[in-house]
């Protein structure tokens, strides 16, 4: 099913490109510029099980991105100077921010080398408990785990999983049925379900976060470049709005500190956990402000308008299942964006590529 909505809105992109209405539409939708978000950067992995696969890209696409965004005349600047440039008059320039969610290793392995040979600034935004090892990414433990398995059975708050995850399907199944269930309990209990049960089937959670997240040493080569800006993803990774404020406000301020005092650089920008409207909203802004932030991102999809609020920033996702040079293109005139509802509509459902994601990551 994943797969056929992914082709249903590749269709409407495909359609829409090759029609060319988004050369003449851009100048009303392009907006000021865009932050592009992306999260890892590799090869693609063998076998078909990836039900994350939306969230990676490979180098060789990250390099058709830069030179797609260059050759439209945009150019790529870091966050502070976005900030500026949002602060003052709208002087016809348009820019693109590259930014990288959670500390992935191949971030410094893969896109950094690319980056720095292409002159192209970017921003890592860290949780803190990744590099620490005190906190584990939950979605790449659940798709490790199922891939281990050939049954499923987990405990989430009230609701017991058994499930079959012998087949491709099965496996496909099982994941998104896992994620759903670990995204409805609180966060406590989403980590100690997924953490017990990998446990029990000899994955060990902290090695997985060792294996897949940077460690300081490897955060400082980054943060030393002054093409790479470190900004802060809170410590534990956890959907701000589902905390209690106190701990929600502890998040956001300590994966600062901790980010200052590893690498000598007080993080100035702030990207929400999962950035959607469930998991940071207006309690949570105002946090961001209170704390000093300059900027903060969600992952609401757009491009950067004279409406945008610094600290609610849209981005848009550069989708794994959307590697393609002509889907750039069309990402970046802002035409689909401005399309979602009706392309939605048309081909009935959630197919945004947001809407294809197996288990939430951000
Ligand atoms: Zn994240």
Not at 217 to 224: H, K, M, S
Not at 321 to 337: C, E, K, M, T
Request: with cysteine; charged share 25%.
């Amino acid at each position: 099913m994943q797969g056929l909505k992914i082709a249903g809105y590749k269709a409407g992109l495909n359609a829409l490109y090759l029609s060319g209405a988004h050369r003449y539409v851009s100048p009303r939708t392009q907006g000021r510029g865009a932050i592009l978000m992306f999260h890892q950067v590799r090869a693609r992995p063998p076998g078909r099980f990836h039900p994350n696969a939306h969230l990676e890209v490979t180098p060789q696409f990250l390099d058709v991105v830069v030179r797609r965004v260059r050759a439209a005349g945009m150019e790529i600047v870091d966050l502070d100077e976005a900030a500026r440039r949002m602060a003052g008059p709208d002087d016809g320039g348009r820019f693109v921010v590259l930014t990288f969610d959670d500390g992935y290793r191949n971030n410094l392995t893969e896109a950094y080398p690319l980056l720095r040979e292409l002159g192209a600034p970017f921003t890592v935004y860290l949780a803190s408990g990744f590099a620490d090892r005190t906190a584990v990414p939950w979605w790449d433990l659940l798709v490790a785990l199922v891939r281990h398995v050939s049954q499923l059975s987990m405990q989430v708050g009230d609701q017991a999983i058994e499930l079959p995850s012998r087949s491709l399907g099965q496996k496909r199944a099982a994941c998104r049925i896992a994620a759903t269930a670990l995204c409805r309990v609180d966060e406590d209990e989403q980590r100690r379900a997924i953490e017990s049960v990998a446990r029990a089937h000899g994955i060990d959670p902290v090695e997985l976060v060792a294996r897949e997240m940077m460690g300081w040493g490897e955060v400082r080569t980054l943060a030393q470049d002054p093409l790479v800006t470190i900004g802060a993803h809170t410590v534990g990774h956890y959907a701000l709005a589902r905390l209690d404020a106190a701990r929600a406000r502890r998040e956001m301020a300590e994966s600062r500190d901790r980010i200052a005092e590893m690498t000598g650089s007080r993080p100035r920008h702030l990207a929400y956990p999962y950035g959607s409207q469930r998991s940071a909203s207006e309690r949570e802004f105002a946090l961001a402000a209170e704390l000093g932030f300059t900027t903060a991102v969600t992952t609401r999809r757009g491009v950067l308008t004279p409406d945008s609020r610094i600290l609610a920033l849209p981005r848009i996702s550069m989708n794994g299942h959307f590697q393609h040079a002509r889907y750039v293109d069309l990402l970046l005139s802002g035409v689909p964006l401005a399309l979602e509802g009706p392309l939605r509509r048309l081909l009935r459902g959630s197919l945004s590529p947001s809407g294809t994601r197996a288990s939430a990551s951000t």
